[in-house]
């Protein structure tokens, strides 16, 4: 079945540090790819997506590329702020079908001032 | 525009009682998701409710149900509560027919279960 497999965190990092957090996905087909990011006490609020292959998603500064021939869709940015602190889940979402998203187990960042 | 509403936003229970939480979508759409998020963890997909029918699941028991109106909102059930089914608890919406079904979330009910 779709899985999605993210590195484990939790990550600590300085502000103004590089982030990247590594997501590999499973799927048969081609999928739509998610970044959704949990603030304290939030539901999930939607960061970045992409729908095909070689498609670059980007919020706030935040990007993440479709690799379909690595099948992996890492999330990067180049400067991180003390308000970035969250989780962050990649997901995603069969085209075909019923729209469940297939989420990853979150990677729990901390950014210190 | 109010996004996807939920309530409550608490709620604690003992074992063997049963809950119903309910679920506003976005205006504009007419399928709405639930999902299980345990401490910790990534949701998990419980089931989705389109034009008032169940039209997928994933593995929960049938302790676990659901329904939809005609205005599109939508109850989750949960008899015969558990321990294990403490967590929270996330309805999301989206339009069918659109390219990839962008599914939009609301803040979620916590749900303890003594």
């Known amino acids: 079945g779709d899985s999605v497999t993210q590195m484990e965190g939790p990550v600590t990092l300085s502000e103004e540090a590089f982030l990247t957090i590594n997501c590999t996905y499973t799927?048969?087909?081609?999928?739509?790819l998610f970044w959704y990011v949990q603030y304290p006490g939030e539901g999930l609020q939607l960061l970045l997506k992409a729908t095909k292959a070689d498609d670059k998603g980007s919020n706030k500064g935040f990007e993440a590329t479709y690799r379909k021939e690595t099948t992996s869709f890492h999330l990067e940015k180049g400067s991180v702020q003390v308000s970035d602190s969250a989780v962050y889940f990649c997901?995603?979402?069969?085209?075909?079908?019923?729209?469940?998203?297939?989420f990853g187990q979150g990677t729990r960042l901390t950014i210190n001032p | 525009d109010a996004g996807v509403t939920q309530s409550p936003t608490h709620l604690i229970k003992t074992r063997g009682q049963q809950v119903t939480l309910r679920c506003s979508p976005k205006s504009g759409h007419d399928t709405v998701s639930w999902y299980q998020q345990a401490l910790g963890q990534g949701p998990q997909f419980i089931f989705q409710y389109y034009e008032e029918e169940e039209r997928q699941r994933g593995n929960f028991p049938d302790r676990f149900s659901g329904h939809q109106f005609p205005n599109y909102s939508s109850e989750l059930n949960v008899n015969a509560l558990l321990l294990g089914d403490s967590a929270l608890y996330l309805c999301?919406?989206?339009?069918?027919?659109?390219?990839?079904?962008?599914?939009?979330f609301g803040p979620g009910t916590r749900l303890t279960v003594l």
């Open positions: 799927a048969t087909g081609y999928p739509s």
């Open positions: 997901a995603l979402n069969r085209i075909q079908g019923a729209q469940k998203l297939v």
């Open positions: 999301a919406s989206s339009r069918t027919g659109t390219n990839y079904n962008e599914q939009f």
